[in-house]
């Protein structure tokens, strides 16, 4: 992999190691951000999947992939690229294939199996310093099966199981698990957020990451239009707004030495991100929730604050 | 008893649509079931939703084989072979499809020789609605189609979009382009043969070793063989007179589906496009238009 930084988009290689005609919904976030991932990646890679949305993009016969693709159930995928990364390495101390034929190994699942499912096997792997890729593309629901509430769905959001009604009109109650902070307690070489709406980030994190050997963890913040109820051509949009307003902070952290790597000049209110979705709309009809949306925005601020990058 | 199909993509609103029929079969005092055919859908992708209505209890159940009426919501589907709409309708049976032309030239395009009916009602949609959401207006036609009365249909389209819009202008919109639908519809004779099922009717289905329920896939890359450029609603069209050849519509487009050509300019592989227009949201320059689809399908490579 090349591993000089890029400076713009016109930079990010040509090559698509993932082709179209995928089941994906039209303007998925998530597959926006896999895409720029296989990019860096490159073809040589074995890609262990979790039970998720995107288990759907190899159906028989087809695939999207050039490189291979295992499938394992919502828990366990850190645990199965853990049988994939021993069998390459027990093939090539025997002599089966050559070193240059090595692949690296990419954990690839959505927020359910990330925060909820997988946390322990995820745990795990990261503690026995396992050389992998985790990429979860974290769209705060279990998007696949009808939207219903995950450990990354955010306060307020309406989900298929936490619908805004009389006596709980801010829809969920919860607050949408840290799982950078939890992951990066394990203190892994690299973890990083990401976002498709910044690929150029994201490519040079990948990049960045590829000189550690052991767990290299990305987290990918998806925006999602049927489960979040927006025009599928905001996608985008809704990405950026949602690093833009402070909501979702670009950052990496360095065996556990954490930087921002963008901070917003001017921080746009959360206001601007939340009205742009049907899963937030509840706090603006029929009556506006001001003290929750206060409190959404004071969370934010809290979190900038802390890192003292408010301005 | 009258056994209906409705063929549609995720997101057009198939099962809804069977919905608010059952809805008003059955504020019209008749006999109603419906469900969705569930799968791994997505938006974009074939679904099916049946609905059974009688004046008889129904003791009927599972999928719908031999439906009498099939409303079809998506043109495209009519040549996909994972959708297969036609598949089972009795003789004498009834298609509806959403499409601009003619019955007659619908019959002849798709080589069918039962009644078929047609009205746009992705126009009417886009037109009164602001969207293509077809739900309350497939309703409308198989309504209108199997005889339902149009306060038994109002009632119901109200009934049920209202638990799932939460705006009341929108709702409106809704009824009033489904009431639109209903009235442009003229009611048919159905003459089908009435088939009843006799004696046990159990299917079962065999074991299946792990080999052949779960095959792997030796191919590589080759999705772009499922054509999913079916799926627009609209597409994406370049004025090359105003593109500054940025790369922004490249790097945004989830699919992987705009390539560049000799010059540097994009283009997309349309066979592949699904038509989420972010390019056209996020072009700099505002070089790239939308145009709706009309899915003259197949050799189409404008490049």
């Known amino acids: 992999m090349d591993t000089a ?8 290689p040509a090559e698509e190691n993932m082709l179209p005609g995928t089941p994906a919904c039209a303007g998925c976030g998530g597959l926006l951000t896999l895409r720029h991932c296989l990019k860096a990646l490159g073809e040589k890679i074995v890609i262990v999947n979790a039970a998720g949305c995107f288990t759907l993009l190899s159906i028989y016969p087809f695939t999207p992939f050039k490189n291979s693709w295992l499938y394992t159930a919502m828990a366990c995928a850190p645990a199965g690229a853990q049988g994939v990364r021993d069998a390459l390495d027990i093939l090539i101390k025997k002599g089966k294939i050559e070193p240059e034929e090595d692949l690296k190994v990419v954990v690839l699942t959505g927020d359910g199996s990330a925060y909820d499912m997988a946390l322990s096997s995820t745990s795990g792997a990261i503690y026995r310093n396992l050389d992998f890729y985790y990429i979860c593309y974290d769209n705060e ?9 995950s450990g990354a769905t955010p306060f307020a959001s309406r989900t298929a199981t936490t619908p805004p009604g009389r006596t709980r009109p801010v829809g969920s109650q919860l607050q949408k698990k840290n799982l950078f902070d939890i992951w990066n307690s394990h203190r892994p070489p690299y973890l990083a957020t990401i976002s498709p709406a910044y690929p150029v980030d994201l490519m040079n994190k990948f990049r960045k990451a590829e000189q550690f050997k052991g767990p290299k963890l ?7 239009p049927p489960g979040w109820g927006f025009d599928p051509s905001n996608s985008v949009r809704l990405a950026k707004l949602s690093v833009e307003t402070g909501l979702w902070p670009l950052k990496e952290s360095v065996h556990g030495k954490v ?11 959360v206001e601007d991100y939340l009205k742009e979705q049907e899963k937030f709309a509840h706090l603006f009809k029929p009556v506006r929730q001001e003290d929750t949306l206060k409190s959404m925005q004071e969370m934010v601020n809290g979190y900038w604050r802390r890192y003292k990058l408010l301005p | 008893m009258l056994r209906l199909r409705f063929h549609g993509r995720g997101g057009q609103g198939a099962k809804v649509a069977s919905r608010v029929l059952g809805t008003a079969a059955f504020l019209d005092g008749y006999n109603a079931q419906d469900f969705p055919l569930y799968g791994a859908e997505k938006r974009g992708a074939p679904i099916t939703a049946f609905t059974r209505i009688s004046r008889e209890n129904i003791m009927e159940r599972g999928v719908i084989s031999e439906p009498d009426i099939v409303i079809v919501m998506d043109e495209t589907l009519l040549s996909d072979p994972q959708a297969m709409p036609l598949s089972g309708l009795k003789k004498g049976g009834i ?5 601009p032309n003619s019955p007659l030239e619908t019959k002849e395009r798709y080589n069918i020789a039962d009644h078929v009916i047609t009205l746009d009602i992705t126009k009417i949609s886009l037109d009164m609605i602001g969207n293509p959401v077809l739900s309350g207006l497939a309703a409308a036609v198989a309504s209108r189609i199997v005889g339902i009365g149009e306060d038994a249909f109002r009632g119901a389209v109200e009934k049920e979009l209202s638990g799932i819009i939460s705006d009341r202008e929108l709702l409106v919109k809704n009824t009033e382009a489904a009431l639109y639908c209903y009235n442009a519809i003229m009611p048919v004779q159905i003459k089908t043969a009435e088939s009843i099922r006799e004696g046990e009717n159990v299917i079962t289905i065999p074991f299946e070793i792990a080999l052949v329920s779960s095959p792997a896939i030796n191919a590589t890359g080759n999705t772009p063989l499922r054509r999913t450029g079916n799926w627009r609603v609209f597409r994406p069209v370049w004025d090359y007179e105003v593109c500054t050849r940025c790369m922004t519509c490249v790097a945004r487009c989830p699919d992987g589906c705009i390539h560049v050509n000799e010059d540097g300019y994009p283009y997309a592989d349309y066979d592949n496009c699904k038509g989420c227009l972010i390019c056209v949201e ?22």
Do not use: W
Request: charged share 25%.
């Open chain 2, 95 to 99: 298609i509806f499809v959403n499409t």
């Open chain 1, 218 to 224: 990305f987290i990918s913040h998806t925006p999602c």
């Open chain 1, 5 to 12: 930084t890029i400076r713009s988009i016109r930079e990010l």
């Open chain 2, 282 to 303: 996020e072009c700099p320059a505002k070089a790239i238009n939308k145009v709706r689809e009309m899915h003259s399908r197949s050799g189409e490579g404008d490049r």
């Open chain 1, 141 to 149: 629901a279990y998007g696949n099966t009808g939207f219903q509430h």
């Open chain 1, 259 to 269: 930087e921002h790597t963008f901070v917003p000049k001017k921080f746009k209110p």
